[in-house]
């Protein structure tokens, strides 16, 4: 293997391929902060999308983490996710994208407790979708190594980094807030934990 993963240490999205390539082996993590001018010019050079991550496996350039893991799925012969899967994983990504759109317009100034209509669809996704999660969180099992999986890794990333950036309150979420404690141990966490914030 010949892959550099080029993102943030913070980025959910770019965290949850890096505990996938821990779990395949050695790979070469390139850091970038898109936020500073230099990082942020060579982010839009290499990449028309301008967003992390992006893989690097010899000449072949891989956008998004969705198109990553099928990239890396194949090769590595993965075992192929059911729909319902599938589901699981677009719930995860859904929740993901709400609360990064949430932390960007807080962190663009934006008050989000101002009634904006937009802001307040958004707020209105996460807990549906932690809802709809909840039953198959609560069949994970630590202990049980294959519960270890892209799936669990993607959730994973999401909910430490919504507590992490201050976006995300798990106190309704009991469930959730166990997974984060239960799997703080698994192959690859530590080696990917971002920086104190």
């Known amino acids: 293997m010949n892959y550099t993963l080029i993102g943030s240490f913070t980025s959910p999205y770019v965290r949850k391929i890096r505990l996938l390539l821990f779990s395949l082996g050695t790979y070469k993590f390139e850091s970038i902060n898109y936020l500073e001018k230099k990082d942020g010019d060579y982010l839009k050079s290499i990449n028309p999308i301008n967003q992390i991550p992006i893989l690097l496996d010899g000449e072949t350039k891989i956008f998004d983490s969705r ?72 069949t994970l099992d630590q202990k049980n190594t294959p519960h270890w999986n892209f799936l669990t890794m993607s959730l994973y990333s999401y909910l430490f980094w919504g507590e992490y950036r201050g976006i995300l309150d798990l106190t309704d979420f009991p469930e959730h807030k166990q997974f984060l404690e239960k799997f703080k141990n698994a192959p690859g966490v530590h080696e990917t934990t971002p920086p104190p914030a």
């Open 67 to 138: 198109v990553i893991y099928n990239y890396l799925s194949k090769k590595h012969n993965l075992k192929p996710m059911t729909i319902e899967e599938e589901n699981i994983l677009s719930a995860i990504d859904a929740a993901m994208d709400t609360s990064i759109n949430l932390f960007s317009l807080r962190r663009g100034g934006l008050d989000l407790n101002s009634g904006n209509s937009y802001v307040e669809r958004q707020k209105e996704r996460v807990p549906l979708i932690l809802n709809w999660l909840t039953p198959w969180v609560k």
